[in-house]
């Protein structure tokens, strides 16, 4: 189908004019008065699918309508109990991606054999990404995929580094995942012990008579205390002899984690205050143990998490809520998300612009799209600057408004792209949604906005397209909702 770019841009330019800064609140406070009657069935109101949008990639109609059947708090603790959600549809679609449940050495001999003297750097890390789009977009556990996104850019680690491209599958599944919403201590030694993470970050290098003190800043700066953490660089000296020894299998077994006494230095240490004698591998776990549990990591991770879920200013009393809860529970993950999503999220939370991946993965749930997740979807995303496990420092994917409100032609592309169906391996089925062009807009705005359009916009929109076809009526304006203001916020 072909649409015109002048018709698009109309299309867009009646949103863009008439939704003006959107995200602010939902569609009808902003443009009406009294919210219209949801079509085709109840799907609650406005405020549970801004809530929505920030505990899913996007709410499908089926999550709107549970959560109005059983309120926040009931749909937090199903969400917080993943294991008990019946996933069977996604897990089918995994099935045939075969390095999701091989060890390190085995995907490097699947998809790492030399081809012309070349490595494959390519299939593993595409499959990688393919599985992390199959399940954010289809898992019926969201808040789990939500928090696998935020501890993928917390513990961030580059696929185009070194051996990464084949280790971080492994990374990927006995890391981030087996300990998204579990205890903060056991997620922070299972990253320290990753061989993706040791070649990321160059301690599989860390040689007494030569220390590395890549790994050992990164885990005090970016994942423990922080980089107000009150440490010095005496301390992160301190980090580096501990953890000297601790590498990665190159032969047998390769790419399974070791320590290597000959390589450790056996001295004492000091760190902040703490005399550390000299015992192998256990120095570098009592340096885990004490900053997993520390006040000012407690500070440092709620302070992250209330940003990803309330906006970019969140409350101090909030972040002081979720840092205790976190330490009254030993690190308990789930603990400290509670006061955040229970406390935060129906009172306070602002507008927040929507990253690439949940702009993509939203448009996708939100119109009940068909995809593979395959290279031409991971591709937009290239465009859009956020391809999955492809950040290069280890800082992670920002997670602040600005940085992500600049490169809008790359969505806009996408929008059109998806409406149209000119995505390889992707596709919406409009006409399922069809009753008549009139009702079918409504749902649609429904559906991507959380209420109908407005009268105003509703009449403008159906007479700039009254000349078109009504299947390529329906998919411009589909489009055009997707490129809307309104559809880049949550």
Same mark, same amino acid.
């Given at each position: 189908?072909?649409?015109?770019?002048?018709?698009?841009?109309?299309?867009?330019?009646?949103?863009?004019?008439?939704?003006? =800064?959107?995200?602010?609140?939902?569609l009808?406070?902003?443009?009406?008065?009294?919210?219209?009657?949801?079509?085709?069935?109840?799907?609650?109101?406005?405020?549970?699918?801004?809530?929505?949008?920030r505990?899913?990639?996007?709410?499908?109609?089926?999550?709107?309508?549970?959560?109005a059947?059983?309120?926040?708090?009931?749909w937090?603790?199903? +969400?917080?109990?993943?294991?008990?959600?019946?996933?069977?549809?996604?897990?089918?679609?995994? #099935?045939?991606?075969?390095?999701?449940?091989?060890?390190?050495?085995?995907?490097?001999?699947?998809? $790492?054999?030399?081809?012309?003297?070349?490595?494959?750097? %390519?299939?593993?890390?595409?499959?990688?990404?393919?599985?992390?789009l199959?399940?954010?977009?289809?898992?019926? #556990? +969201?808040?789990?995929?939500?928090?696998?996104?935020f501890?993928?850019?917390?513990?961030?680690?580059?696929?185009?580094?070194?051996?990464?491209?084949?280790?971080?599958?492994?990374?990927?599944?006995?890391?981030?995942?087996?300990?998204?919403? $579990?205890?903060?201590?056991?997620?922070?030694?299972?990253?320290?012990?990753?061989?993706?993470?040791?070649?990321?970050?160059?301690?599989?290098?860390?040689?007494?008579?030569?220390?590395?003190e890549?790994?050992?800043?990164?885990?005090?700066?970016?994942?423990?205390l922080?980089?107000?953490?009150?440490?010095?660089?005496?301390?992160?000296?301190?980090?580096?002899?501990?953890?000297?020894?601790?590498?990665v299998?190159?032969?047998?077994?390769?790419? +399974? &984690?070791? &320590?290597?006494?000959? *390589?450790?230095?056996?001295?004492?240490?000091?760190? *902040?205050?703490?005399?550390?004698?000299?015992?192998?591998m256990?120095?570098?776990q009592?340096?885990?143990?004490?900053?997993?549990?520390?006040?000012?990591?407690?500070?440092? =991770?709620?302070?992250?998490?209330?940003?990803?879920?309330?906006?970019?200013?969140?409350?101090?009393?909030?972040?002081?809520?979720?840092?205790?809860?976190?330490?009254?529970?030993?690190? %308990?993950?789930?603990?400290?998300?509670?006061?955040?999503?229970?406390?935060?999220?129906?009172?306070?939370?602002?507008?927040?612009?929507?990253?690439?991946?949940?702009?993509?993965?939203?448009? =996708?749930?939100?119109?009940?799209?068909?995809?593979?997740?395959?290279?031409?979807? +991971? #591709?937009?995303? *290239?465009?859009?600057?956020?391809?999955?496990?492809?950040?290069?420092?280890?800082n992670?994917?920002?997670?602040?408004?600005?940085?992500?409100m600049?490169? =809008?032609?790359?969505?806009?592309?996408?929008?059109?792209?998806?409406?149209?169906?000119?995505?390889?391996?992707?596709?919406?089925?409009?006409?399922?949604?069809?009753?008549?062009?009139?009702?079918?807009?409504?749902?649609?705005?429904?559906?991507?906005?959380?209420?109908?359009?407005?009268?105003?916009?509703?009449?403008?929109?159906? *007479?700039?397209?009254?000349?078109?076809?009504?299947? %390529?009526?329906?998919?411009?304006?589909?489009?055009?909702?997707?490129?809307?203001?309104? &559809?880049?916020?949550?």
């Amino acid at each position: 189908m072909h649409i015109s770019r002048r018709n698009f841009l109309k299309v867009a330019a009646l949103f863009s004019g008439s939704l003006a =800064l959107s995200g602010c609140a939902p569609l009808y406070n902003r443009l009406a008065g009294d919210p219209p009657t949801p079509p085709q069935g109840d799907l609650g109101d406005a405020a549970g699918f801004q809530m929505l949008n920030r505990l899913t990639f996007g709410p499908r109609a089926e999550e709107r309508r549970h959560l109005a059947d059983i309120g926040l708090p009931a749909w937090i603790e199903e +969400q917080l109990a993943p294991a008990a959600i019946e996933d069977g549809p996604c897990d089918m679609r995994l #099935r045939p991606l075969d390095s999701l449940t091989l060890d390190a050495d085995s995907i490097y001999e699947l998809y $790492g054999e030399k081809i012309f003297d070349d490595l494959d750097r %390519e299939s593993a890390p595409a499959e990688l990404r393919r599985a992390t789009l199959l399940r954010q977009i289809y898992s019926r #556990r +969201q808040l789990y995929e939500v928090m696998v996104d935020f501890w993928s850019d917390h513990f961030n680690i580059s696929v185009d580094k070194g051996d990464c491209f084949f280790l971080k599958s492994v990374d990927d599944r006995e890391v981030i995942r087996r300990h998204a919403l $579990g205890n903060f201590h056991d997620l922070l030694l299972a990253s320290a012990k990753s061989p993706a993470m040791l070649v990321y970050l160059d301690n599989h290098a860390n040689n007494k008579s030569h220390p590395n003190e890549n790994y050992a800043r990164e885990l005090l700066e970016l994942h423990s205390l922080g980089v107000d953490g009150g440490y010095t660089q005496e301390d992160v000296m301190e980090v580096a002899r501990c953890l000297t020894g601790w590498t990665v299998k190159e032969h047998f077994r390769r790419g +399974q &984690f070791t &320590f290597r006494a000959d *390589m450790h230095d056996d001295g004492n240490k000091h760190f *902040m205050g703490m005399t550390i004698p000299g015992g192998g591998m256990d120095e570098a776990q009592r340096v885990i143990e004490h900053v997993a549990t520390h006040e000012r990591t407690a500070h440092f =991770l709620a302070r992250k998490l209330a940003r990803r879920f309330l906006g970019d200013a969140p409350p101090a009393a909030l972040i002081q809520a979720a840092a205790d809860a976190f330490l009254h529970s030993n690190g %308990e993950i789930q603990a400290m998300l509670r006061p955040i999503l229970l406390d935060g999220l129906p009172h306070v939370a602002a507008p927040k612009f929507k990253r690439p991946l949940n702009f993509v993965v939203s448009a =996708l749930r939100q119109t009940n799209a068909v995809t593979d997740g395959g290279d031409a979807l +991971q #591709r937009y995303l *290239m465009r859009m600057g956020q391809l999955p496990f492809a950040w290069p420092t280890p800082n992670g994917f920002p997670d602040s408004n600005a940085d992500w409100m600049n490169n =809008l032609l790359p969505r806009w592309q996408f929008a059109l792209a998806l409406a149209t169906n000119a995505i390889p391996d992707t596709r919406v089925d409009l006409a399922a949604l069809t009753v008549d062009l009139l009702a079918t807009v409504d749902r649609l705005g429904n559906l991507l906005f959380g209420a109908p359009l407005t009268a105003d916009l509703h009449d403008s929109l159906m *007479m700039a397209t009254r000349n078109l076809p009504e299947d %390529e009526r329906l998919a411009l304006l589909t489009a055009g909702m997707l490129a809307a203001p309104a &559809f880049q916020w949550r």
